[in-house]
């Protein structure tokens, strides 16, 4: 196992005992190993000391005058910057409550004086091991954390990819019906009137041979904003590919006479208010059903598709 130990000059300790004796005493122990050591002569000065640069390690004595060290170490716990600070108490008290009060305000360890150097050192060692080891296992914890979270944002882009398509943002086919399946079982189980929607642009592949496959491009995208703008954000709509697209719309009643309607002015105003070099222009077909057990999703559509082409023919017979 390696060791995960900062090495000692990397080390900050700072001891707070009142007493300069044991203060020197602390400071040459743990100097000896390499340790950087800050004193404090009292609680005021530990706290100030640190929340200026929080230090790896305290060792802190109990009684001092104004404040004794179980106040000092209830300031240090309740602070962002100190609350993580190990502390080891040091105290001449030996009592199993003076003991146990310390381990109550979040002390990690207690050495009695008069101290053993080879104690002091190893409760010291131990401490800061623990420390590393901990603050290892956060990191550990925070990469995977962030791993996790990376991975889970690849992934939604990749379905978000493959559900989506590419010219208009819409739902592409696998989208569709990923989505409608999964909203068709819940209207049929409560029997709610929906219908289906086929749409096709006229005259695209005309526009792509004489104008171009950009201006085609242009003429899908802006079906596709015309379709977001008339639908509502609970209705799937999707691009099936080429000029075909398909919309799924649950509705309060059987009224569905101004669904069409709406969307045929909706596409006069936008002729209206664009000089392009074509007029935007649809066939669309509805099928519309109380959805049951024996309503089927894609009969929906394939009658939907029928409808759209009656629409389609009935159109050019009108222009001839």
Known sequence: MPNLLKSASETNILIVDDTPDNLRLLAKILESQGYIIRKSLNGRMALQAASRHPPDLILLDINMPEM??????QRLKISKITDQIPII?????DQINDKLQAFELGGQDYITKPFEEVEVLMRVKNQLLIKQQYQQLLEQNQRLEDEIKQRLKAEAEVRELSL???LTGLNNRRGFFWQANQQFKILQRIQMFCCVLF????????INDSLGHEVGD??????AQLLKQTFRDSDIIARLGGDEFVILVHVQSRN????????QANINRFNQEHNYPYQLSISVGVSQSVLNENVSLEQLIEEAD???????????????
């Not at 108490?89 to 008290?93: G, K, R, W």
């Not at 242009?218 to 079906?223: E, F, K, S």
């Not at 569905?256 to 969307?263: A, G, H, K, N, S």
């Not at 029928?306 to 001839?320: F, G, P």
Request: charge should be negative.
């Open 256 to 263: 569905t006479d101004e669904i069409y309607p709406r969307l």
């Open 68 to 73: 004794n060290g179980y106040e000092v170490c």
């Open 164 to 166: 989506t398509d590419e």
């Open 199 to 206: 749409v096709d642009i006229d005259g695209l592949k005309q």
């Open 218 to 223: 242009r003429m899908i995208l802006d079906t």
């Open 89 to 93: 108490f040091i105290s001449a008290l």
């Open 306 to 320: 029928q409808l759209m082409y009656e629409d389609k023919r009935a159109k050019r017979l009108v222009d001839h």
